[in-house]
């Protein structure tokens, strides 16, 4: 069992020669074999408590704490944080030109292993991954996201989940620019790899539609930088027939 504990976590944000807080008391625990739906408008700070946990350095942690099984995330390196089982899934994943995909992927494997994985089987392993997500075996040897559309993009995000096999991963808007068939892809392989390895997922998102396909055993409304509601999946209903609206004015 790993768990994930985000306790009272409070960020910031340089906005010029000021700080922004943006997270104001965060409260969240994710378990193995969870998944925990985080749902709120745009500038709630959904995305700031992905890239605060995942470790980027534009935000700067003022309190609060990040447990993962007991150890300190926030005393981790980037690095460290893969290594120990945290992965994110960028809502815009950048493009890295000069390196292929496959050299990429073996490369990370490599890092969060600490040895090589052995070829033949990673071969098999990588062929098998990217024909559940729909991938022509073309992509492996494409620069990392370059050229990319937006579902090819996040199918790639997804062939890294299954291959790197984290403990918890963080989706932030993976439905972004999916259309319908690209979105059901993306979310059979979430599905897939945790009902084979007991991964714990944050998914972030706007909207109810990736829902269909990745059932949340837990939602959670983010507004004004903290939780302002939990509850199970008919939460996630009554927002979409209500919006936020009640949570904003609470919020004020």
Known sequence: MTTLEIRDLRVSVATGETHKEILRGVDLTINSGETHAIMGPNGSGKSTLAYAVAGHPKY???????????????????????????????????????VSVSNFLRTAKTAIDGEAPKLRHWVKDVKVAMENLRMDSSFADRNVNEGFSGGEKKR????????????IAILDETDSGLDVDALRVVSEGVNRVKEN???????????????????????HVFVGGRVAESGGRDLADRLEEEGYDRFLQAAV
């Open 197 to 219: 390895t007991g991964l714990g997922v944050m998914l972030i998102t706007h909207y109810t539609r990736i829902l269909r396909y990745i059932s949340p055993d837990y939602v």
């Open 60 to 98: 700067e942690v003022t309190g609060g704490q990040v447990l993962l099984d007991g150890e300190d995330v926030l005393a981790m390196g980037v690095d460290q944080r893969a290594q120990a089982g945290l992965f994110l899934a960028m809502q815009y994943p950048v493009e890295v030109p000069g």
């Open 156 to 167: 790639h995000e997804i062939l890294q989940l299954e291959l790197l096999q984290p403990k």
